[in-house]
């Protein structure tokens, strides 16, 4: 079982709608990122958490450390968000490296 | 445009062929990372290096020889090969190594499209 566990794998969304995309972490950490791939391959770093909430534009992103959840959210979608989201986590006490889950598939049709 | 540039972005390679893979940062980090994107599976780290010294060598075959003669480069030599070898190939920086933790971002490259046949 990976430590690093996202929800749902794939998600299809009508432009404009709310989108909500789960990560679920196994271990204790001292961040949290949430990534984006682009069918491309390249990927753009859009938040490091390690409590509370950030938000960048439409995107906003939450974590709960007791519950060991985070979640991203995109307000009024857009084709243009259609990619891969990547959640990946620092465990506490370990070597800093990241840990990665195998991300989250999101296509927005106009 | 991330600050960190790989080439080629595609490569096709035989088993029996040599390549190697380049990784450039304009950031001024210290530290740089490979990983592998294998379809369906989480990026694996596979070395790191952090103030050109290579710091974490995650059980990676030796067909895979990492090179890095300063900070701002990064190299991946490749030798043969193997067709389960084929992925995306990630290069990443950061400001250190302890980054990815300790309040700094990680920047990742395009990646290099690897097909061994």
């Known amino acids: 079982k990976n430590e690093v566990e996202q929800s749902p794998q794939n998600l299809t969304a009508q432009e404009g709608e709310f989108i909500t995309i789960n990560c679920s972490y196994s271990?204790?950490?001292?961040?949290l990122h949430w990534l984006q791939q682009h069918p491309g391959g390249g990927i753009v770093s859009l938040f490091m958490l390690s409590s509370g909430k950030k938000k960048h534009g439409r995107l906003i992103a939450t974590i709960n450390i007791q519950e060991k959840h985070s979640s991203l959210h995109i307000t009024a979608s857009h084709p243009r968000d259609s990619a891969v989201y990547i959640c990946a986590v620092v465990p506490q006490g370990g070597s800093e490296k990241l840990v990665f889950g195998k991300g989250m598939k999101l296509t927005v049709n106009p | 445009e991330t600050g960190v540039t790989q080439t080629p972005r595609h490569l096709v390679m035989g088993m029996t062929n040599k390549k190697s893979l380049k990784c450039e940062q304009h950031l001024g980090h210290n530290a740089m990372y490979w990983y592998k994107q294998s379809a369906k599976k989480p990026l694996e780290l596979m070395f790191v290096?952090?103030?050109?010294?290579?710091?974490e060598n995650n059980s990676v075959p030796s067909r895979f020889s990492p090179e890095c003669p300063n900070s701002s480069h990064l190299f991946l030599h490749l030798h043969t090969l193997q067709p389960e070898d084929s992925a995306l190939y990630l290069c990443?920086?950061?400001?250190?190594?302890?980054?990815?933790?300790?309040?700094?971002?990680?920047?990742f490259g395009e990646g290099s499209w690897l097909t061994v046949v």
């Open positions: 271990v204790g950490i001292s961040a």
């Open positions: 990443a920086s950061s400001r250190t190594e302890l980054g990815a933790g300790s309040g700094n971002t990680i920047y």
């Open positions: 290096y952090n103030f050109k010294e290579q710091t």
